[in-house]
């Protein structure tokens, strides 16, 4: 499976962006597609995920402001954000996993897209 991220960019905080990734490949074979990021200097963490059967989770700091969404037929995942903050500033990674879903068991990565909130 191959994962290819777009719609990174700067805005100003209070704004909204929707990222997508493209994924390719055997992609029936995916139980759980998610969305991660990296800010510079801290460590990557989970945004949002969806499963097979719809089910989303969100992190704590990102509820009520990004929704992640999936498009089966276009093979594509997104993740609207909204009320932006110079906080959500960091490299987004969309991630699919086969088996199960969370960090450290998502089996492919994409590159990144880069998001910066401006103050």
């Known amino acids: 499976v191959q994962l290819v991220e777009s719609g990174g960019g700067t805005v100003q905080a209070g704004g909204s962006l929707r990222l997508s990734c493209a994924a390719s490949?055997?992609?029936?074979?995916?139980?759980?597609m998610g969305w991660f990021r990296q800010a510079p200097g801290k460590e990557r963490e989970g945004v949002s995920a969806i499963d097979s059967d719809g089910s989303t989770s969100y992190a704590d700091s990102v509820k009520g402001r990004f929704a992640i969404s999936k498009d089966n037929a276009k093979s594509t995942l997104y993740l609207e954000m909204y009320s932006l903050k110079p906080e959500d500033t960091a490299m987004y990674y969309c991630?699919?996993?086969?088996?199960?879903?969370?960090?450290?068991?998502?089996?492919?990565w994409g590159k990144g897209t880069l998001v910066t909130i401006s103050s």
């Open positions: 490949g055997y992609t029936s074979t995916t139980y759980c």
């Open positions: 991630a699919a996993a086969r088996f199960i879903c969370g960090e450290n068991a998502m089996d492919f």
